[in-house]
């Protein structure tokens, strides 16, 4: 193997290990990881163990899959164990332990460690698997949430007195369940998609995932953020949660190792991934408005203290991203508008979704602790109510992605329809009068060769004299033409060193070494 086939592999393998690593320095969930106080000694010895076992499997690439298959193992029962404690602990004061961003993180970095062992048809089969076993946990949690949401309003919505209330409740509870199941359908859609623009996209949107899972981690800023930090998050109360952060993050590794590593795409791919980016931008910012005007509602229907201006700037903001980003994905598609413009306003929807984050922390009120020891040390904060999640944060990542396209591949200027059409035509008369010069060049060679040859004796009348030299050539040439002149206009009408052939019946000579010229005698 070359060193130019090598790069493309020692890029991958390095990328898998910063993975694998950086997945024990995250939380694999709110009771596991490394600083929380809770972690199990065994759980944090299996994660260490399993961890080392999939690194060496980079450097043994025919024990590559045996050695990676523990991490894959260990991951899934961090998802079993959440899924059956969300169920157990759902609508009561415990908090599901979730799946934190150290199994999004580890898990992308085992997939794209075993990808070389893995053929195309299974990782199409298992992106397929993730894809629906994503939108069945994730709609399953949406209608759970719903459940305990609604359990205890629906049974006094025909009452008098609290019924309107109630009512406007369960309506609200019903569009957070349908809001955060869209992410996740677009995903879905992705992750089954054999479009290279639709893999692409599947990159784009787990490596945003991966990103806004650190950042809300590391950062002191991120426990504002998200309260659980995306760990404890569930689909149906606070957006999207681990049933599309994981999944999305194990897609993007098996599409990356067979579509991005080793393979240049082109860039008309990544900027139609790019406008896949900004329809799920603008479809969530709009769904987030509606719940803004939905809670100012709810608020007003039951009374509670809640400044309305806070969600007014707020649905501003989300209306303010949505349309820039319905304006960029439409537009995008042509040249409707200047390279400069599109740039400009995606650097604006990139901002706007930055905003969307400050306003969402420095608009809500806060309050004091319920007590010494809250928040914990690893979930929960101050505010009044959480507004902003870690999918917020994915999506401003997406936005600077996409604006990084737009940047470096941009579209090529396309011709109006009238200039091109009006092109074709000058150029159609160029090329008819350059034929017309090159089919005359012949005629007068073939005019001066035969008016050379003629007889001293002839000598033509006036209206010889008056017609065209090829005219009176070709009325001559039957007559006047001989053997001698029939070689003079052949060399009168070839270049130097190239003979002539004159069709048909004329001098017709030609050398194996070099092209023979025809000259027509109709011309």
């Not at 869209?182 to 787990?206: D, H, K, N, Q, Y």
């Not at 229907?301 to 991203?321: N, Q």
């Amino acid at each position: 193997m070359t060193d130019n086939a090598l790069v493309p592999h020692r890029l991958r393998n390095t990328a898998a290990a910063v993975l694998l690593i950086l997945g024990l320095l995250l939380p694999w969930n709110i009771h596991v990881g490394l600083g929380i106080a809770a972690t199990p000694g065994w759980v944090w010895l299996l994660l260490v163990l399993a961890t080392a076992l999939a690194v060496t499997g980079l450097a043994i690439p025919r024990l590559r899959l045996p050695l990676v298959a523990p991490y894959l193992v260990v991951v899934s029962g961090f998802v079993v164990l959440a899924v059956v404690q969300a169920v157990r602990y759902g609508g009561s004061a415990s908090i599901p332990p979730g799946v934190g961003p150290g199994a999004w993180v580890g898990a992308a970095g085992a997939l794209l460690a075993a990808a070389p062992a893995v053929k195309s048809a299974a990782a199409t089969r298992f992106c397929s698997l993730v894809a629906v076993a994503s939108l069945v946990v994730g709609v399953a949690a949406s209608v759970f949430n719903l459940y305990w949401r609604t359990r205890f309003v629906l049974p006094g919505i025909g009452d008098p007195d609290v019924g309107s209330a109630n009512l406007a409740t369960a309506l609200t509870a019903v569009l957070y369940a349908l809001v955060a199941v869209i992410p996740l359908v677009i995903g879905f859609r992705w992750l089954r998609s054999a479009e290279l623009e639709a893999r692409l996209a599947t990159v784009l949107l787990g490596a945003a995932a991966l990103t806004a899972g650190a950042i809300v981690w590391v950062l002191p800023v991120g426990r504002d953020l998200d309260a659980f930090r995306g760990i404890a998050q569930s689909t149906g109360t606070a957006g999207v949660g681990f049933e599309g952060y994981l999944a999305w993050a194990a897609a993007a590794a098996l599409v990356a190792a067979a579509t991005v590593f080793g393979t240049r795409q082109p860039a008309a791919a990544w900027r139609g991934a790019a406008r896949k980016g900004l329809l799920l931008i603008a479809v969530w910012c709009f769904g987030t408005a509606v719940l803004r005007i939905a809670d100012v509602i709810l608020s007003g229907v039951l009374d509670l203290p809640s400044p309305p201006y806070s969600g007014t700037a707020l649905m501003a903001f989300d209306l303010l991203a949505a349309v820039l980003a319905i304006w960029l994905f439409v537009n995008s598609a042509g040249r409707a508008a200047p390279g400069r413009l599109m740039v400009t306003l995606f650097v604006g929807l990139f901002a706007a979704t930055v905003c969307r984050l400050i306003v969402g922390v420095v608009l809500v009120p806060r309050v004091e602790p319920l007590g010494p020891g809250a928040p914990s040390e690893v979930f929960g904060n101050t505010l009044v109510q959480q507004i902003t999640s870690t999918f917020d944060v994915a999506l401003a990542v997406l936005a600077l992605a996409a604006l990084m396209i737009a940047a470096l591949a941009p579209r090529r200027r396309q011709r109006r329809p009238g200039k091109v059409a009006r092109g074709k035509a000058t150029a159609a008369r160029q090329a008819s009068a350059v034929g017309m010069a090159g089919a005359g060049e012949p005629s007068r060679a073939v005019a001066s060769a035969a008016g050379a040859a003629a007889p001293t004796g002839a000598a033509p009348g006036r209206a010889d004299a008056a017609a065209p030299p090829a005219q009176a050539a070709a009325a001559e040439a039957p007559a006047a033409e001989t053997p001698a002149s029939q070689g003079a206009a052949a060399e009168a009408s070839a270049p130097q060193g190239a003979p002539a052939i004159v069709v048909p019946g004329r001098a017709a000579t030609a050398t194996p070494e070099q092209p023979a010229r025809i000259v027509r005698p109709d011309a």
